[in-house]
């Protein structure tokens, strides 16, 4: 079954996701920790209407990636409880990593799946996934980004440049955070915020230059002339080569037109009744390719990192319906 064919419930209309980013992915047995936290009590007893679609580990980053899928009423405190269980599980002071990040929980970013839910809904839990986290784990500091930094909404990039999250070695001590103190070194930082779906596309190259992968990462960069649309990249060694790690952000808008007749029309959704669309990973694919088949080099492979946002509604109301909660353990079987 796939997500085309998935029918409309009621429930899913107000779902909402977040990409939970943890800086720890050697231990994956301490990440799936992170992940029940999400989905039952401390009781073990399971929350309704929430369900974690994937785990994303990657050792050379050492960050991991849990799709945690609920409805809006339920998100917040899906959320919270896994983000305390990852500040009880995860030191920064242990912590290697090709990967830049800030904090033990590292990126809480909340997007609308259903069409019942607007900016407004994500920008108010998340503002109070930052406020819940500071309480019930003191001494952990949040950044707030996107629809959730009122009233400027500057995007996570911007965010990111001005915590020093791209620093090899950042300065939690120059950083004033939005909600909490100043960063200790146990916790870090973490950013918290609400936006239209990201994705997580990634295009390893087969070379060990980096400057041939920022060259690259530049081209296709949204802030480049000729660049993609929602795209920011990255150029990162992993695994002994070099990964064009892109954060694919849907914009607004209904895509353009295919130039090609064969071409493909861009996957878009809608938030509030106005439309958004993304690039599609294949776009993103070819684009690397061509630009390192210039430098004369190849590609290994490309990747995307869990779901697309109708992927992500789909399934998980495919989840939702047959009371799966762990769906990343039956993913596999389940799409195919």
């Not at 980053?61 to 409880?81: D, G, H, K, P, Q």
Request: hydrophobic share 40%; charged share 20%.
């Amino acid at each position: 079954m796939t997500a085309k064919n998935m029918t409309t419930t009621s429930m899913g209309r107000r779902l909402v996701t977040c990409l939970l980013n943890v800086s720890e992915a050697r231990r994956k047995d301490l990440v799936e920790r992170v992940a029940k936290a999400a989905l039952y009590d401390s009781q073990g007893v399971r929350r309704d209407g929430t369900t974690v679609l994937n785990i994303f580990n990657d050792r050379d980053y050492n960050r991991s990636v849990i799709t945690i899928v609920a409805t809006v009423e339920a998100i917040r405190e899906a959320v919270l409880s896994a983000c305390e269980k990852a500040c009880e599980l995860f030191d920064m002071r242990d912590h290697s990593g090709v990967h830049p990040c800030l904090g033990a929980v590292d990126l809480v970013p909340i997007y609308p799946l259903g069409e019942d839910v607007g900016p407004d809904d994500c920008a108010r839990e998340s503002r109070a996934v930052a406020v819940g986290l500071t309480e019930r784990v003191p001494g952990t500091s949040v950044f707030l980004f996107g629809w959730a930094d009122a009233p400027h909404q500057r995007g996570l990039a911007q965010r990111r440049k001005e915590m020093g999250w791209f620093k090899k070695t950042p300065d939690l001590n120059g950083v004033r955070p939005c909600v909490g103190p100043v960063p200790c070194q146990r916790f870090g930082l973490t950013g918290v915020g609400a936006s239209p779906y990201v994705m997580n596309c990634n295009v390893t190259i087969d070379t060990q230059d980096l400057t041939v992968g920022r060259r690259i990462a530049a081209a296709i960069r949204e802030s480049t002339p000729g660049g993609l649309p929602g795209v920011q990249v990255l150029a990162l060694p992993h695994e002994g080569a070099v990964e064009i790690a892109c954060n694919v952000e849907s914009v607004p808008g209904a895509g353009p037109s295919p130039t090609d007749a064969a071409a493909a029309p861009w996957p878009s959704f809608s938030i509030g009744g106005r439309p958004y669309c993304h690039v599609p990973a294949r776009l993103i694919a070819a684009r690397v390719a061509r630009l390192a088949g210039d430098q004369g080099v190849a590609t290994k492979r490309a990747a995307l990192v869990g779901f697309t946002p109708i992927e992500c509604r789909g399934l998980a109301e495919l989840a939702l319906s047959r009371g799966i909660a762990e769906f990343w353990k039956e993913q596999q079987s389940v799409r195919m």
